[in-house]
């Protein structure tokens, strides 16, 4: 049998960070070649995938993690300048030699021509010879080599792999290698659902589906401006809220990896699409691969992970698997590999990720693409109409990912800026443009804290494709105006029936919209129907479609003239609908180069709001608006601040708005400088699970948040 010591060298062969006992090396005497792992622990550590934390090495002098000095001395030797990994003759690997002089690995230059490109990465000469891509290459290395030894970032926060514990599982499926050379035209290699640990399991106590305990019903709830109105008086625009809240579930209290099979909730397929250009390598990639490594551990068997990176190209490091223990180890194994350089190719990175939802054999219920990125597409967002400041961010996306007026919105792209340098409106733009939302990450410590947040509600979906219709009761009542932020609505011409289109709801999510309609005058009657309010969805745990008919509007009419306030849920939802246009109307004045006007309308939107009857009561959303468009005015102090971080915190802000959706929005450790009105318990849960983990890291640059009780988020400052 080998000896650990030759086991370890083994390890260190193949390029992978091990955890060795100092005994088993105490004795060898060529122990120096390994480097104090005090040098790394904290590099290591903060990589660390959260659920090896408790197994992890304690102190220097209990375990040690060590590296060979051999990673330093190959250094110096011919690399391959698309993966990174050195080129020796005879080891397994054809390499081609361009006309320019510059060598690289046949299969990687061979994957590059693939996608169109013909110049040489290192010189930039055009090519007339180019190689043609084989049949019977050897797609072997990359499954050994996990992160190439040549890689200036080869050091401790870079390289370590970690494994999820190996315990039985009932899958015995072949989930294949982990990396393909060649990657398939059609990537339709998804696996396939385990239908056994879907939703047929029962409540042995009492034989009902395990989902019992959902309150299993959308509620709607109306209000109209003023509880009453004098008979004598007619009213152009009089507001009623159509408020709707998705079923409540006590179930993801409990949710997790060993109980992921018994949750009450729809199943995910979820495609990661991530930035890995030059500008992430060091600490942002790092903080990224720990961040993901949160994501895998939550997710359950039947949820569905595909793992696509994109730099000058994208590529599909893991295809779409579900998350049992072997899976999840896997992916964790395909994040690890990472590593930064390149552009920035947005587009060939949705392109990508688009293409594995699109290829799918078998959909789970809920669908969503995730992308992160720091940089600027760099390749294919070009100019419209020769206006240099509207580029056509649309070209970023996918025709597959657009919404269709016909079918609402079909997979969602939750974007997520990285950084100062990233461009949030084209982020803005692709969430906007496919029903996602927009996340400003301004740190790089909170990566880990947006993925929760956003992961935390994609895995509580309770709604499928919910559409509200509004319906005028009286013929002489038309429909004038919905206020519905950024989803389709539509008003028909005969403006007595009206849509809207909300698709997916979480978990105890909440929507608010503001009909406008008129009232006539009555002569005798002491009551005026106005509105029937109805809601049709699918039911995802069990695929049936519900329709839900709410009460029917009415306003109380009296002979006497009166002066009635205006109800306290329409004045809220009045207030939130009016910061968030002053939001737009500062944006556009600051992208014109009117700071000074921007401010203004901020401070304005400021003024009138606390001239409200719910300001003045210290109405908590109203409080929460108040502390955001302040920081909004801070972020505007001049163009380098807008710049930095004032045009991302506006853009999340309104995307956090018009789809009432919680966003991460700046350095979201600071919950009394953010409006997070929009998190649902499920989103909570998950933020405290993640700032547990980070706890539990030896990592000091992480400062977290003391509290997420809405009162001491929304404190003025």
């Not at 009089?238 to 060993?258: D, E, M, Q, R, Y």
């Not at 309010?533 to 329709?547: I, S």
């Not at 998190?679 to 849960?685: A, H, I």
Request: with cysteine; glycine share 6%.
């Amino acid at each position: 049998m080998e000896s650990n010591w030759r086991k370890v060298k083994l390890a260190l062969g193949l390029n992978m960070c091990v955890y060795s006992s100092r005994n088993h090396v105490a004795d060898n005497d060529d122990d120096e070649d390994f480097a104090p792992s005090s040098e790394r622990r904290s590099d290591a550590a903060l990589l660390s995938p959260p659920g090896d934390w408790a197994t992890a090495p304690s102190t220097p002098s209990s375990n040690r993690l060590r590296f060979s000095k051999s990673l330093s001395r190959s250094s110096s030797k011919k690399t391959c300048s698309i993966c990174l990994a050195s080129m020796r003759r005879g080891d397994g690997h054809a390499i081609f030699t361009a006309e320019c002089s510059h060598s690289f690995h046949f299969h990687c230059i061979a994957s590059n021509v693939k996608h169109g490109n013909q110049i040489c990465p290192v010189c930039r000469a055009k090519w007339k010879e180019i190689p043609l891509r084989g049949l019977n290459l050897d797609t072997r290395v990359a499954k050994a080599r996990v992160n190439p030894v040549d890689w200036p970032q080869n050091n401790g926060a870079m390289t370590v792999l970690r494994r999820l514990p190996l315990r039985h599982s009932n899958s015995t499926r072949h989930v294949g290698p982990l990396f393909q050379d060649l990657e398939p035209s059609l990537l339709n290699d998804d696996e396939a659902l385990d239908h056994e640990i879907h939703y047929s399991e029962k409540n042995t106590s009492n034989n009902r589906p395990i989902y019992s305990d959902v309150l299993t019903k959308v509620s709607i709830k109306t209000y109209t401006e003023v509880p009453a109105a004098p008979q004598s008086s007619a009213f152009e625009s009089f507001t009623v809220l159509v408020h709707i809240k998705a079923p409540c579930s006590n179930s993801w209290l409990n949710f997790g990896k060993n109980d992921a099979s018994h949750t009450p909730r729809a199943s995910v397929d979820l495609v990661t699409v991530l930035d890995i250009s030059g500008s992430m390598a060091g600490t942002k990639l790092a903080l990224l691969k720990r961040a993901m490594g949160f994501v895998i551990q939550n997710l359950g068997p039947s949820d569905r992970l595909a793992v696509t990176a994109f730099s000058s190209t994208a590529r599909r490091l893991f295809p779409l698997r579900r998350m049992s223990e072997t899976g999840q180890q896997l992916a964790l194994q395909a994040v690890n590999s990472l590593v930064a350089n390149g552009g920035t190719n947005i587009a060939d990175g949705l392109r990508k990720g688009a293409k594995i939802m699109e290829d799918r054999r078998e959909k789970n219920p809920v669908a969503s693409i995730i992308l992160l990125s720091d940089g600027q597409d760099t390749y294919t967002v070009t100019n419209g109409n020769g206006n240099q400041n509207q580029p056509n961010y649309q070209l970023l996306l996918p025709s597959s990912l657009l919404r269709e007026e016909s079918s609402g919105f079909k997979i969602p792209v939750h974007t997520f800026g990285f950084g100062a340098d990233h461009d949030a409106s084209s982020m803005h733009s692709i969430a906007e443009i496919s029903g996602g939302t927009f996340s400003f990450i301004e740190t790089e410590g909170v990566i880990q804290d947006a993925f929760a947040q956003c992961i935390g509600g994609l895995l509580s979906v309770l709604v499928k494709n919910l559409q509200v219709k509004i319906d005028s009761v009286d013929p002489r009542i038309y429909l004038d105006s919905l206020k519905a932020g950024s989803y389709p609505h539509r008003v028909l011409p005969n403006k007595h029936t009206g849509s809207i289109d909300v698709g997916d709801l979480y978990a105890d999510e909440e929507r608010d919209f503001l009909v406008s309609i008129n009232v006539p005058a009555e002569v005798s009657s002491n009551e005026t129907s106005l509105l029937r309010v109805m809601c049709t969805y699918t039911d995802p745990l069990t695929n049936e479609m519900v329709t839900l008919e709410g009460e029917e509007v009415r306003i109380k009419r009296t002979e006497a003239v009166i002066q009635e306030n205006v109800t306290i849920e329409v004045e809220r939802q009045q207030n939130r609908v009016q910061a968030a246009e002053a939001m737009a109307q500062a944006r556009t004045a600051a992208e014109n180069g009117d700071l000074t006007g921007a401010v203004s309308m901020l401070e304005n939107c400021r003024k009138a709001l606390s001239e409200t009857a719910s300001a003045k009561s210290q109405d908590k959303l109203c409080v929460a608006l108040d502390v955001e468009l302040k920081e909004m005015q801070e972020r505007m102090a001049s163009r380098h601040v807008y710049e930095a971080s004032g045009r991302a915190y506006i853009l999340s802000g309104l995307s956090s708005h018009s789809w009432q959706r919680a966003t991460a929005r700046g350095d979201s450790t600071d919950g009394s400088s953010l409006l997070q009105a929009y998190q649902t318990p499920s989103m909570v849960e998950m933020l405290t699970r993640s700032q547990a983990t980070l706890l539990a890291s030896p990592s000091t640059q992480r400062v977290l948040r003391p509290s997420w009780s809405f009162a001491a988020r929304t404190k003025p400052r």
